[in-house]
């Protein structure tokens, strides 16, 4: 057909080229696929017109990519705006033109500096809106316009107080002052203006005074204790409240105490016995002791009262518990895992001292253990069942219908009814051993599909306090409630698509639900009783 028509294998061979040359311009992208359904629909309209020229010959074509700015005058007169590809017959030649068209923008930003902002080629030093062009590689301008807010960056705040004088940034002061010193920006050197400011107490002197004081037997002032008269002068240095030194005038006068009265008092403690608080303890018994304990009062009179001191000083006492546990062990409010010795008050005991527990705790590595198998069974089945143990040295005990097995595995064959299988796992050292218990349920329901997603069947809410909905893409027949033992508990019958049942009068537990469609076929389903 091409050798018949040569001007429509000219048109055929430049569109194929131009769909090459599109995937080759696409070679690091993916295929401009838009472009080439365009070209073929193309193809496909200009078919007939190319048909009709079969007579003429045209061996000749020229394919003309142009990337433009907004726009595009193509030879043939036509002004195009976007990406095009056209075709034009002229003189025995056909051209064709890929055009790619490319459009500028308009866009917005905002910036937050410090005292100056380099953008476009410009620096900005003060607040405002700035438009800066771009030019793209393919000559389109996009316009960009910025609003900047521009920052104070050197500002600093300075409160002190200090003694006598304070020499700052060049300037000495000797007042209460408060100073603000600003350095200004220079452009050139690209700093930008600093604002300084000093708020200044000046002290001269300390909180000095003369004391004069009259004390009872001895005083200690500054770490030092004086029993006779004396005169000083005594000076604290530099604190904290006024930054400088604190001169005293000190005088003391000593007068010797006159005889008080005697009293007796019984002190009881747990331990020890101390008499005073905090810092201040006078003194500390830890035996059973009598002393006599002299107090020195003041009042407008020194006088020396004397206190016979009996203590009686009892134990705390304490119970050690020895124990071990497997993996973790609980006491109270605290969880161990790891071997401890540690602690506890429990009590007050007779005396009124503290009852204390001393835990002794050793922790063993535990084991976990579980059981493998099928667990549900119609009447005549079997399973086996093997046990996973975390520890390949711990021994495996089974106990079943009053036998036991040391095996990894047993065999149950011809259940008749529900079995109880524990399996115990002890550990090499027998420090540790843990059971695990299932019940092989046999349960004569109906027979029929087990899954009632392979049926299309929904049943919900599973578990449900009260109403089972039911939701079938076949119509209901009937319904029958069996017990896990197999046992038929409650027939419902009833036909249709969406049904509702109350179960709020059965206990909580498990339950199967056999449904019996119009068309014979049945589902079954285990659904849950939770109140």
């Known amino acids: 057909m091409l050798k018949k028509y040569p001007t429509l294998r000219t048109y055929v061979v430049v569109c194929w080229k131009l769909v090459i040359n599109t995937s080759l311009v696409n070679k690091n992208h993916s295929i401009n696929m838009k472009k080439v359904l365009f070209v073929l629909t193309v193809v496909a309209l200009m078919f007939p017109m190319i048909a009709s020229a079969q007579t003429k010959t045209a061996a000749n074509y020229e394919i003309q990519s142009e990337v433009a700015c907004e726009s595009f005058t ?42 100056k902002y380099e953008w476009g080629g410009e620096t900005y030093t003060t607040d405002g809106t700035y438009n800066h062009t771009f030019t793209d590689r393919f000559g389109c301008d996009s316009t960009v316009t910025l609003t900047l807010t521009l920052e104070d960056t050197g500002r600093t705040t300075l409160d002190t107080i200090v003694c006598k004088k304070l020499v700052w940034r060049g300037y000495t002061f000797t007042t209460d002052t408060v100073f603000i010193d600003t350095v200004y920006a220079d452009p050139q050197a690209g700093t930008c203006a600093e604002l300084h400011t000093l708020n200044l107490t000046v002290n001269r002197y300390g909180v000095g005074a003369d004391i004069d004081t009259t004390v009872c037997k ?14 000083f002068k005594d000076t604290v240095t530099y604190t904290a409240a006024t930054k400088c030194d604190s001169i005293f005038d000190v005088t003391i006068h000593i007068t010797t ?19 005073g608080s905090g810092s201040n303890i006078i003194r500390t018994y830890e035996t059973i ?21 009996h203590m009686i000083i009892n134990s705390a006492v304490y119970t050690t518990l020895d ?5 973790t062990f609980v006491l109270g409010s ?30 063993y590595e535990d084991l ?29 005990t089974w106990s079943y219908e009053g036998q036991t097995s040391n095996e990894p595995s047993i065999t149950l064959s011809n259940l008749q009814e ?16 843990r059971t695990a218990y299932v019940t092989v349920m046999v349960s004569p329901y109906v027979a029929g599909i087990d899954d009632v997603a392979e049926a299309d069947v929904r049943i919900f809410p599973n578990p449900t306090s009260a109403i089972i909905n039911i939701n079938s893409p076949k119509a209901v027949e009937s319904v029958v409630l069996y017990n896990m033992a197999g046992q038929k508990i409650e027939s419902f019958q009833t036909v249709g698509e969406q049904l509702s049942l109350d179960l709020s009068r059965y206990n909580n537990g498990i339950y199967m639900l056999s449904l019996r469609m119009t068309d014979g076929s049945v589902v079954n389903q285990k659904i849950a009783v939770k109140k």
């Open 74 to 115: 193509w030879i043939n007169g036509v002004t195009y705006t976007s990406d095009t590809v056209t075709f034009l017959m002229r003189n025995d030649t056909l051209y064709v033109l890929d055009l790619e068209v490319h459009h500028a923008g308009s866009y917005t930003a905002s910036v937050t500096a410090g005292c």
């Open 218 to 231: 001895r005083i200690t002032w500054h770490g030092v204790t004086y029993t006779t008269e004396s005169n």
């Open 257 to 275: 105490p006159t005889e008080g009265t005697v009293s007796d008092t019984t002190v009881k403690g747990c331990g020890y016995v101390s008499f």
């Open 289 to 309: 002791d009598t002393n006599r304990l002299t107090l020195i009062t003041t009042g407008g009179q020194c006088i020396e009262n004397r206190l016979n001191i």
């Open 323 to 327: 124990t071990t546990s497997c993996g």
């Open 334 to 363: 605290y969880t161990y895992d790891e071997s401890k010795i540690d602690t506890f008050k429990v009590g007050t005991s007779a005396a009124g001292c503290d009852s204390n527990l001393i835990l002794n705790l050793t922790v």
């Open 368 to 396: 976990s253990v579980r059981i493998s198998g099928k667990l549900d069974l119609l009447p005549g089945e079997g399973t086996t069942l093997t046990g996973i143990c975390d520890h390949d040295d711990a021994t495996l």
């Open 418 to 433: 529900n079995t109880d299988v524990a399996l115990t796992a002890t550990s090499a050292d027998q420090n540790c051993s």
